[in-house]
C-alpha cells in the first residue's frame, strides 16, 4: 500500500527502513538529512564516513542506531535547474534505487521524504508526480517485494500534494493496489498481511470513519423513503446468525498492539479501566477471557465518568473490531460481504450499542422494515436505541474497503 502522511520521518515506528535525502559527501546537512543524524546519533555519521560519498540517483544503506527502525537508505536527489538537466529522471533513480537497495536488504516497509524540494529547491508538485510514479510502476514489477511504502511529509501543503499525486494514480486505475487486487489470489495474500501496526498510519483519518453512521443518519434515511439493506447480528453463540459480529464473539485470538484478547468485549472492557486509570480492574479483565465476566469487571470500575466514556466509547469498538476483523480473514471477509448494508446489533436488552429490539420485532420476513429507526427503544421503554456497535462495524466495513478498493 502507499500512503502519504503528515509527521517526523524519524519518529515513524513499523517500517524498517527509513530513506534520507542526503548530499553526496553522506556527512549530514540540513533539512531531513540534519534531522536524521541528529535522531541516530554519533554513529551514523562515523558508518557513513566509510562508505565514499553517493553520487546523484544512487542510494546506499547503513544501520540506523538510535532510530526506531533497522536501517537508514540514503539517497541523492538533484538540484532543481528548471527541469532542463535530467533533474526528473534523477529523482525517479533515487526512488528506484532506494527500492532496489530494501529488496537487496530484506526490507518490505519503507518510509521516503520528500526528495529534493526542500533546500534542492525541485517544486514540490513535480517532484510528488515523479516519485509516486515512479514507486507505484516499480511496485507493480515487484508485486511481492514490499507491504507499505510511506511518504512522510513535514507540512500539511507537501503531504496534500502527495495525497493528490496518489489519488491522480488511483482514480486512472492504475495504482498499485489497484492493479494487484484484480487477480484473487493476490487480493488473499494482502488480507491475510494486513496487521495492525500497519492501518493504525490512518489514524489522523479515522474520525470519518468512527462516526461516519450513527442512528440520525439512519432515520434520515428511512424517512426519506431509500431502500435499504438490512443485516442484523446478535447472540456470539456456535450456530447464531452472524454471530462472528457480536462483541462477545471467541474465535482466533484478537491482537492489538502486542496484546491478545479472547473477545472484542474484553478489549472494550480493557480498555475502559485504562482509560479511567483502574489498573486493579484492568489485571482482572485481562487475566480473564470470559465475555461475561469482562462486562461485569467493566461495570466495577472506579472513578468512572459517564460523559467521558460517552466520547471515548465509540473510539474503542473501532480499534477493537479492527483488531478483529485483521486478526481472522474470515469474519474481514464476512464483513465486506455485506456490502453496503445497515448492520443492526438486533438486542433486546441493549438500546446503546444495539437496537431494543429482535429481529423478528425490526424487520419484516422480505427483510424491510417492521419499525422505523426512531422508533427503535428497548420493551417498556421510550429511550432512543442507538446501534452504536452496528453503525461502527460499518465504519470499518467502509475503511477496509477504502483500502483494498470496491
Same mark, same amino acid.
Request: charged content about 25%; hydrophobic content about 40%.
Given at each position: 500500500?502507499?500512503?502519504?502522511?503528515?509527521? =517526523?520521518?524519524?519518529?515513524?515506528?513499523?517500517?524498517?527502513?527509513?530513506?534520507?535525502?542526503?548530499?553526496?559527501?553522506?556527512?549530514?546537512?540540513?533539512?531531513?538529512?540534519?534531522?536524521?543524524?541528529?535522531?541516530? /546519533?554519533?554513529?551514523? $555519521?562515523?558508518?557513513?564516513?566509510?562508505? @565514499?560519498?553517493?553520487?546523484?540517483?544512487?542510494?546506499?544503506?547503513?544501520?540506523?542506531?538510535?532510530?526506531?527502525?533497522?536501517?537508514?537508505?540514503?539517497?541523492?536527489?538533484?538540484?532543481?535547474?528548471?527541469?532542463?538537466?535530467?533533474?526528473? =529522471?534523477?529523482?525517479?533513480?533515487?526512488?528506484?534505487?532506494?527500492?532496489?537497495?530494501?529488496?537487496?536488504?530484506?526490507?518490505?516497509?519503507?518510509? *521516503?521524504?520528500?526528495?529534493?524540494?526542500?533546500?534542492?529547491?525541485?517544486?514540490?508538485?513535480?517532484?510528488?508526480?515523479?516519485?509516486?510514479?515512479?514507486?507505484? +510502476? *516499480?511496485?507493480?514489477?515487484? #508485486?511481492?517485494? %514490499? !507491504? =507499505?511504502?510511506?511518504?512522510?511529509? *513535514?507540512?500539511?501543503?507537501?503531504? #496534500?500534494?502527495?495525497?493528490?499525486?496518489?489519488?491522480?494514480?488511483?482514480?486512472?486505475?492504475?495504482?498499485?493496489?489497484?492493479?494487484?487486487?484484480?487477480?484473487?489470489?493476490?487480493?488473499?495474500?494482502?488480507?491475510?498481511?494486513?496487521?495492525?501496526?500497519?492501518?493504525?498510519?490512518?489514524?489522523?483519518?479515522?474520525?470519518?470513519?468512527?462516526?461516519?453512521?450513527?442512528?440520525?443518519?439512519?432515520?434520515?434515511?428511512?424517512?426519506?423513503?431509500?431502500? $435499504?439493506?438490512?443485516?442484523?447480528?446478535?447472540?456470539?453463540?456456535?450456530?447464531? +446468525?452472524?454471530?462472528? %459480529?457480536?462483541?462477545?464473539?471467541?474465535?482466533?485470538?484478537?491482537?492489538?498492539?502486542?496484546?491478545?484478547?479472547?473477545?472484542?468485549?474484553?478489549?472494550?472492557?480493557?480498555? &475502559?479501566?485504562?482509560?479511567?486509570?483502574?489498573?486493579?480492574?484492568?489485571?482482572?479483565?485481562?487475566?480473564?477471557? !470470559?465475555?461475561?465476566?469482562? &462486562?461485569?469487571?467493566?461495570?466495577?470500575?472506579?472513578?468512572?465518568?459517564?460523559?467521558?466514556?460517552?466520547?471515548?466509547?465509540? +473510539?474503542?469498538?473501532?480499534?477493537?473490531?479492527?483488531?478483529?476483523?485483521?486478526?481472522?480473514?474470515?469474519?474481514?471477509?464476512?464483513?465486506?460481504?455485506?456490502?453496503?448494508?445497515?448492520?443492526?446489533?438486533?438486542?433486546?436488552?441493549?438500546?446503546?450499542?444495539?437496537? @431494543?429490539? +429482535?429481529?423478528? =420485532?425490526?424487520?419484516?420476513?422480505? /427483510?424491510?422494515?417492521?419499525?422505523?429507526?426512531?422508533?427503535?427503544?428497548?420493551?417498556? #421503554?421510550?429511550?432512543?436505541?442507538?446501534?452504536?456497535?452496528? *453503525?461502527?462495524?460499518? /465504519?470499518?466495513? !467502509?475503511?477496509?474497503?477504502?483500502?483494498?478498493?470496491?
Amino acid at each position: 500500500m502507499i500512503f502519504a502522511i503528515k509527521g =517526523d520521518i524519524t519518529k515513524i515506528t513499523d517500517v524498517q527502513a527509513i530513506v534520507n535525502a542526503a548530499n553526496e559527501s553522506l556527512l549530514g546537512g540540513g533539512g531531513v538529512d540534519g534531522a536524521i543524524h541528529y535522531a541516530a /546519533g554519533p554513529e551514523l $555519521l562515523e558508518e557513513c564516513r566509510t562508505l @565514499g560519498g553517493c553520487r546523484m540517483g544512487e542510494a546506499k544503506i547503513t544501520k540506523a542506531y538510535n532510530l526506531p527502525c533497522d536501517y537508514v537508505i540514503h539517497t541523492v536527489g538533484p538540484r532543481w535547474h528548471g527541469g532542463s538537466r535530467g533533474e526528473a =529522471d534523477t529523482l525517479r533513480d533515487c526512488y528506484i534505487n532506494s527500492l532496489k537497495v530494501a529488496i537487496d536488504n530484506g526490507i518490505r516497509t519503507i518510509a *521516503f521524504p520528500s526528495i529534493s524540494t526542500g533546500a534542492f529547491g525541485y517544486p514540490v508538485e513535480e517532484a510528488a508526480s515523479v516519485a509516486v510514479n515512479a514507486v507505484n +510502476e *516499480f511496485l507493480i514489477e515487484n #508485486s511481492d517485494k %514490499f !507491504d =507499505d511504502v510511506y511518504w512522510i511529509l *513535514f507540512d500539511n501543503y507537501t503531504c #496534500s500534494v502527495y495525497d493528490k499525486a496518489i489519488k491522480n494514480i488511483q482514480d486512472s486505475g492504475n495504482l498499485y493496489l489497484d492493479v494487484m487486487l484484480k487477480n484473487p489470489d493476490i487480493m488473499d495474500a494482502f488480507l491475510e498481511a494486513i496487521d495492525l501496526g500497519n492501518l493504525g498510519v490512518i489514524a489522523p483519518h479515522k474520525d470519518k470513519y468512527i462516526y461516519r453512521y450513527d442512528i440520525n443518519w439512519l432515520i434520515d434515511k428511512a424517512n426519506s423513503g431509500e431502500k $435499504l439493506k438490512y443485516v442484523t447480528f446478535w447472540k456470539a453463540d456456535e450456530g447464531c +446468525e452472524n454471530n462472528y %459480529f457480536g462483541q462477545w464473539y471467541s474465535g482466533k485470538p484478537i491482537v492489538i498492539n502486542g496484546r491478545e484478547y479472547a473477545t472484542a468485549e474484553q478489549y472494550m472492557m480493557s480498555e &475502559k479501566a485504562l482509560l479511567f486509570n483502574d489498573l486493579e480492574v484492568y489485571e482482572k479483565i485481562m487475566k480473564d477471557p !470470559d465475555p461475561h465476566n469482562s &462486562k461485569a469487571l467493566g461495570r466495577t470500575v472506579k472513578n468512572f465518568n459517564g460523559d467521558l466514556w460517552d466520547k471515548c466509547f465509540r +473510539e474503542i469498538i473501532f480499534h477493537g473490531n479492527l483488531g478483529k476483523m485483521q486478526s481472522d480473514i474470515k469474519i474481514l471477509n464476512a464483513l465486506l460481504e455485506t456490502e453496503d448494508a445497515v448492520l443492526v446489533e438486533a438486542s433486546p436488552t441493549d438500546d446503546i450499542y444495539g437496537a @431494543g429490539m +429482535e429481529k423478528k =420485532d425490526l424487520l419484516n420476513p422480505d /427483510g424491510t422494515l417492521k419499525v422505523l429507526p426512531q422508533n427503535w427503544h428497548k420493551k417498556d #421503554s421510550t429511550r432512543q436505541a442507538e446501534n452504536n456497535l452496528g *453503525f461502527v462495524l460499518m /465504519g470499518v466495513r !467502509d475503511l477496509f474497503r477504502d483500502i483494498v478498493g470496491d
